[in-house]
């Protein structure tokens, strides 16, 4: 593996990560991609150590993706979820966390409904905790997946504009992607009601439209977010028939992007309403090769914060 | 039993502005006025005559006492207090408290926060009803004033519900609460949200001359937010609380006020547009009064930093222009009061995830020191200090507090120039939650006086 130091404990955000630190996570991940391929997908790089999966949302694709990343690597993964766990017997989050280290946990991945719960953790534990999202805040594996599928296909984030449409304002990983993109070089667009971009987010570095069309125009990338349908009773969209209608991506939309357009999607899907089925199907969908990626990506978190090259040269 | 405070700036806004001696006998102010150390022995146990209470200093010719004891029967020597360097001022009152007794006593009793409450220079309190069982009859009201009796330090002027069980849906006996010993009456903490339940309580109260504090916050407005709505909740992603949250019902009470000629105090100003719209209601007359806690004049919404619970509060801190509109609103004497909004909450409510953590801090023991950062500042003179803390609560509630002779004894001795490190685990308070621990402070109440008793002294 590289030799490259990455002194990070935990990674919380993508605020907190420079330029550098992205950049030797995705080559890191690029050379783990390459074990995944293995017809026996399998190193022994964190043998013995041990990683918490310690989900309090539910997930399928962050939490499958983190425990394939953690056995690859040969590390022993245990799965908590907030129904098994004794938060429903009342224990707080911290002292719930306090007891997985006292077990002499290596690494806390952590997905929490409230934002800053990865922070909390991270203050108090020496384990390193993984952010696997938390509220509205960051998803910083979910940020990293996506800038290096954007790198694989196009090279360089420099100079690209990437259009994000939907929720912003109920999105972690709009959140974390605009920090990461813009860190890269890209130019981002935010689109979506007015209802869903929250107050100053253009304070984050990315412009807002209030036009589809006009955030696809010229677009390298457009990432869609998902649209919950609980979002009618808070009153951030009248329904899921004009949402599709003014601001779902579809062929006839697609025109205005570039030829080579990347659609992008953090999933899961609700297809019909944020994107037309042709669109996420079809040829410009990179919405797999983000999972693909996922795996790739985490089990590079999983490494360099377990003390990356030093600790596997005395495997 | 004697005392005189002597040798003390004296400051009694509108009264007394000067270096002076005050005599307190049988815990009342006896005289006041310069070097009456001097002159004890002239001095009997009758008030003084009217028109001799604030004698102007050239008019003095003391008398050589010292020469010439009086018989200690008859006159005993009184306990001295130097006061030389100090400001001695009416005694402090905070009108915004949360003392958690009954029903929370591991936050807060009303012993530990009377305690509290004089050692921060405050002589009196005024808790809030958002106890459990809720302070909405006259056995709760008279329940918190013998505990207060025990506790005898701080005197405790309770606020009652606006409505049963604070749930806006029905009105308590104001009649049977206020013969019970109740000042004032609040929904705090839970708003009022139905207005004409609003109306109706104002006039109501009216007809037993009760003032009505109001929260104000448009709780669907508030929604889930849980800080100041703003460039810096969404990189957070926290939930915002517009300012609207809390202008919206600042102008629907006002209105309500003005239709009803009631009177109606507006609790924890926390907004510009709040401030705004309380000086133009004043403007036009209506019978308004406001006040604001010091952490809004003294922070901004980035006391959030990384999560940090003990900055969540409700009303939330706001942005910089907010709270620029504060102190100005202090300045110029829209917002008449400072109150701290004393709220105890212990590690189970505060080490938590920050969407779940409790709303409040305590202030008790720091509000004093932070007030008067305002008065080093410049922007409020020590004389409108002392009106904010202590006049016009005393005007506003109907409660007695000056230095008047005849009056009861209940001073606050200030040291303007006492450095020290603020020290949560020091605090005399059951709870801890301050984002103030570590501060650097400068003047605090060095000695506490409640009806001629020492509660506290450094």
């Not at chain 1, 399998?42 to 310690?54: C, D, E, Q």
């Not at chain 1, 929720?167 to 992607?177: E, L, T």
Request: charge should be negative; include cysteine.
């Amino acid at each position: 593996m590289t030799d490259m130091q990455f002194i990070k404990k935990d990674i919380l955000d993508m605020e907190s990560l420079s330029a550098e630190d992205i950049t030797l996570i995705l080559d890191t991940a690029e050379k783990m991609k390459e074990i995944s391929d293995r017809p026996i997908k399998k190193v022994p790089t964190l043998r013995g150590r041990t990683v918490v999966l310690f989900f309090y949302e539910a997930s399928t694709r962050t939490r499958t993706s983190f425990d394939i990343a953690a056995k690859r690597l040969s590390a022993d993964s245990i799965s908590i979820s907030a129904s098994t766990s004794s938060m429903v017997k009342g224990e707080t989050l911290i002292d719930t966390a306090r007891n997985l280290e006292a077990m002499n946990s290596d690494v806390i991945v952590i997905r929490h409904s409230s934002s800053g719960a990865a922070n909390m953790l991270a203050k108090c534990l020496k384990a390193s905790v993984i952010n696997a999202g938390d509220g509205t805040h960051a998803h910083p594996s979910q940020a990293l997946l996506d800038i290096m599928t954007v790198r694989e296909k196009k090279g360089s984030l420099e100079g690209l504009r990437i259009a994000i449409i939907g929720d912003v304002s109920h999105s972690r990983v709009a959140r974390s992607n605009i920090a990461g993109f813009t860190k890269m070089g890209a130019e981002v667009v935010l689109a979506g009601p007015p209802t869903m971009m929250p107050a100053g987010i253009e304070t984050m570095g990315a412009s807002v439209t209030y036009h589809i069309e006009e955030a696809i125009r010229g677009a390298d990338v457009i990432m869609m977010l998902r649209i919950q349908k609980e979002r009618q009773k808070s009153f951030l969209f009248s329904g899921e028939r004009e949402y599709a209608r003014v601001y779902g991506l579809n062929r006839e939309r697609l025109k205005h992007a570039k030829k080579d357009v990347l659609i992008m999607h953090p999933g899961p899907v609700n297809r019909g309403v944020e994107i037309s089925p042709d669109v996420a199907d079809g040829p410009y969908s990179v919405i797999l090769d983000q999972v693909n990626n996922g795996v790739a990506v985490r089990m590079a978190l999983l490494y360099l914060v377990s003390g990356g090259a030093r600790n596997a040269d005395s495997d | 039993m004697r005392i005189l405070i002597k040798g003390g700036k004296v400051i009694d806004p509108g009264r007394y502005d000067g270096i002076a001696d005050i005599l307190i006998e049988n815990g009342k102010i006896l005289e006041i006025g310069p070097d009456l150390g001097s002159r004890l022995s002239a001095l009997g146990s009758r008030y003084s005559e009217p028109g001799t209470q604030c004698p102007a200093p050239s008019t003095q010719h003391p008398v050589p006492s010292t020469q010439h004891p009086v018989p200690s029967t008859q006159y005993p020597e009184p306990r001295i207090i130097d006061a030389s360097g100090k400001i001695v001022v009416p005694g402090l009152i905070d009108m915004h408290v949360h003392l958690r007794e009954p029903g929370h006593e591991y936050k807060e009793t009303i012993e530990s926060g009377c305690r509290a409450a004089v050692h921060g220079g405050f002589t009196a309190i005024c808790p809030m009803p958002n106890t459990d069982p809720v302070n909405d009859n006259g056995a709760i009201t008279a329940y918190i004033l013998k505990k207060a009796q025990e506790a005898n330090t701080a005197r405790v002027c309770p606020v009652a519900a606006v409505s049963k069980g604070l749930e806006g849906k029905g009105l308590c006996e104001y009649g049977e609460l206020k013969d019970a010993g109740a000042v004032a009456l609040s929904d705090d903490g839970r708003p009022v949200m139905n207005s004409q339940l609003m109306r109706r309580a104002l006039e109501y109260a009216k007809g037993f001359g009760m003032l009505v504090i109001s929260h104000c916050e448009d709780l669907e407005l508030a929604g889930s937010g849980v800080m100041n709505e703003g460039a810096f909740a969404t990189r957070m992603g926290l939930h915002g609380i517009p300012n609207a949250a809390e202008s919206v019902m600042v102008m629907r009470d006002i209105a309500l006020c003005e239709l009803t000629r009631s009177r109606l105090h507006i609790a924890h100003v926390s907004t510009k547009e709040s401030v705004e719209a309380i000086r133009a209601a004043k403007k036009r007359g209506a019978s308004v009064t406001a006040e604001t806690a010091p952490h809004y004049f003294t922070l901004t919404e980035d006391a959030v930093g990384e999560y940090d619970t003990h900055a969540k509060m409700n009303p939330p801190l706001r942005s910089a222009a907010d709270r620029e509109a504060v102190l100005e609103g202090l300045a110029d004497g829209t917002l008449d009061v400072i109150a701290t909004d004393h709220a105890p909450h212990s590690s189970l409510e505060k080490e938590v995830e920050f969407d779940h953590a409790a709303n409040g801090i305590i202030g008790l023991e720091t509000s004093l020191s932070l007030s008067l950062r305002l008065v080093e500042k410049g922007i409020l003179s020590l004389s409108s200090l002392v009106e904010k803390m202590a006049i016009n609560p005393a005007r506003i509630l109907g409660l007695e507090k000056s230095l008047t002779p005849g009056s009861a004894a209940d001073i606050t001795l200030i040291d303007p120039d006492f450095g020290y490190t603020a020290d949560a685990c020091k605090f005399q308070s059951r709870s801890r939650n301050t984002p103030f621990d570590g501060w650097e402070m400068k003047g605090r109440a060095i000695l506490t006086m409640v009806g001629g008793v020492i509660v506290f002294e450094v």
